[in-house]
């Protein structure tokens, strides 16, 4: 088959973009962190390794010499890791009256950041300013216990579903009125044919893109600490937590340029330090869904940091969370990549044979693609025809997907006529994305961000010709394309049971199709660490709160289940600023 999407898939997307896994090191991102070594009876027996040698991350390093200690300090509350949910939990237990010491590996004028600052929620001063419905908090808390399969702590996500709102008013009240005015909200306003439910699943919009200003107001609230008598040890790596003979996490050790910090905090410690998604071994070993999928020699890539954050909590007696979450890796849709032309929308899925083999509007993208993951390996492809913003405007407000009331169809038209134009060498354009940025946040050439390949034709077997089909597989293309019109005609997905009102048929040439190599193993991050209660308190051997312990952020678990599904597109910024918040509050008041 012809490779219509190799220029963009998403392993090619995060391997050859301008910001690789050193570039966006992020708060947190530790290389050759010692996390404190603990009695190893203190390690929870079914977190243990049946093979040391297989999981050499697990097993502590030797306490550092107190000899090498040049600089001590105190403090009620230490913050590990100054990104989103450490950046969060400092002001917050320094606005409560706490002093706040924190740990940063980054330098104070070089900071940088995983993620675009989506913000999603429901319910604030802001999104009712902007005449956005309200949303019942008891739905939305539901339907992402739904998304999780019930997995996710309902303490904390009940917490989570309440707080949400107000959490993002204090985030950007920092802002003056004039740049609260040029903050857009995703997929908002809607159309009249978009729904809120998908097969049962509800989805809202409530994402608010906070990029231009993301790093303008974590410095903010991490300054609060500073503004307040407490300190930041910038370019400091974290190398162990520090515990009493009972367990209790007292403090932690730090690596400055000039020798070793030791900070004890009297309330507790909150690990901030991000995921493990750039750490291959901690992969295989955790993220056991996507290692069983792609084997134990294949490659699990993601954009995230070390796993400091979770071998130190480990290591201190902490429980992982067993449903360990990921963005990705464990599912396939036609194309996969940053660029997607239409985005996360559903129109007509193929796989490899040219045969329709799911529900491609299933409650949203994550959940649909799942059904991908298994599929013949090969070329899938995503079949629409000229009637693309009918579509588009019926879709949910799901992650990646197009932003049309802010971004509109032009970009998209103009590529689409370049495939009429050019036939069977089809066109290569930058797909749904506006201005060339990536789900990093950084700036890429638009050289690098070459979104997919759309071809266009006026009959069904001549597009698929173009798209690599061919004998049986071309056979079933055709016949595919017929069945799912007969199904639209009709209004009942009879074959899978897609919602109607994303049933469009492929009727109005000319039409259009693109695709990409099933790929396995790629995410942006995961999102899940330790086991936590609803105050961001790390569970140990007994699932009781391990005392001086916390973890927000991706360090923490118990949020999103086995993959990132999430009501709201943008929940995973919102749940580490919003969780971050109220764990630094409950700390202070310990």
Not at 65 to 89: N, P, R
Not at 393 to 422: C, I, S, T, Y
Not at 466 to 484: H, P, Q
Request: with cysteine; glycine share 12%.
């Amino acid at each position: 088959m012809k490779q219509a999407a190799e220029g963009m898939s998403r392993r090619n997307f995060l391997k050859g973009a301008s910001f690789g896994a050193a570039a966006i090191a992020a708060s947190g991102m530790i290389a050759g962190c010692s996390p404190a070594k603990s009695d190893s009876s203190k390690t929870p027996s079914n977190n243990a390794s049946a093979d040391a040698n297989v999981s050499s991350w697990r097993t502590a390093p030797e306490p550092i010499d107190e000899s090498k200690i040049t600089e001590t300090a105190e403090c009620d509350v230490l913050v590990l890791g100054l990104s989103y949910a450490g950046a969060s939990a400092a002001r917050a237990a320094a606005e409560a009256g706490a002093k706040v010491i924190c740990i940063e590996q980054q330098a104070e004028d070089a900071r940088s950041f995983v993620g675009q600052g989506n913000f999603g929620h429901i319910n604030s001063e802001f999104l009712k300013s902007r005449n956005v419905p309200e949303v019942d908090e008891l739905d939305f808390f539901n339907n992402w216990q739904l998304r999780s399969g019930n997995r996710s702590n309902a303490k904390l996500c009940r917490k989570y579903a309440h707080e949400v709102g107000s959490a993002f008013d204090w985030y950007i009240d920092g802002l003056s009125d004039t740049e609260k005015e040029t903050l857009a909200i995703r997929f908002f306003p809607t159309d009249p044919s978009y729904t809120v439910s998908k097969n049962h699943i509800e989805t809202w919009p409530g994402c608010v893109g906070t990029k231009e200003y993301q790093t303008k107001l974590i410095n903010g609230m991490a300054n609060v600490a500073v503004e307040t008598g407490g300190h930041i040890y910038w370019e400091t790596t974290v190398e162990q937590l520090t515990q009493d003979s009972d367990g209790s996490v007292t403090g932690a050790i730090g690596k400055t340029k000039d020798g070793y910090v030791k900070v004890t905090a009297s309330k507790g410690v909150a690990v901030c330090l991000g995921d493990f998604s750039g750490n291959p071994e901690m992969c295989h070993d955790l993220l056991t869904t996507v290692d069983s999928l792609v084997g134990a020699d294949g490659d699990i890539t993601g954009m995230g940091q070390t796993g400091t954050g979770v071998q130190v909590c480990y290591w201190a007696g902490g429980r992982l969370d067993p449903y360990q979450a990921t963005m990705g890796g464990d599912y396939f849709y036609p194309c996969d990549a940053p660029t997607d032309p239409l985005g996360s929308s559903s129109p007509l899925w193929l796989n490899a044979d040219g045969e329709r083999y799911c529900n491609e509007g299933f409650g949203c993208l994550e959940l649909a693609a799942m059904q991908g993951a298994t599929q013949p390996n090969g070329q899938f492809c995503a079949i629409f025809d000229d009637d693309v913003e009918t579509l588009l405007k019926a879709q949910g407000a799901w992650h990646m997907g197009m932003d049309w009331p802010n971004v509109g169809f032009d970009a998209l038209r103009e590529q689409m006529a370049a495939a009429v134009a050019n036939g069977e060498g089809g066109s290569t354009g930058l797909g749904n994305k506006e201005s060339g940025s990536t789900e990093g946040g950084e700036a890429v050439d638009k050289a690098t961000l070459a979104g997919a390949t759309i071809f266009a034709a006026n009959d069904f077997e001549t597009l698929g010709t173009y798209l690599g089909y061919k004998d049986d597989a071309l056979k079933n293309f055709v016949a595919s394309i017929e069945r799912y019109n007969e199904l639209c005609e009709t209004g009942v997905d009879d074959d899978f049971g897609k919602e109607s009102s994303l049933m469009f048929p492929i009727a109005k040439p000319p039409f259009y199709g693109y695709a990409g190599n099933k790929e396995l193993g790629v995410m942006l991050v995961n999102g899940s660490g330790m086991l936590i209660d609803e105050n961001g308190q790390v569970l140990g051997e007994d699932y009781r709160p391990i005392k001086g312990l916390f973890a927000a952020g991706n360090t923490a678990g118990s949020r999103f289940g086995t993959q990132y599904s999430t009501p709201v597109a943008g929940s995973s910024v919102a749940f580490a600023i919003t969780q971050g918040k109220f764990t630094g509050e409950y700390m202070a008041s310990l």
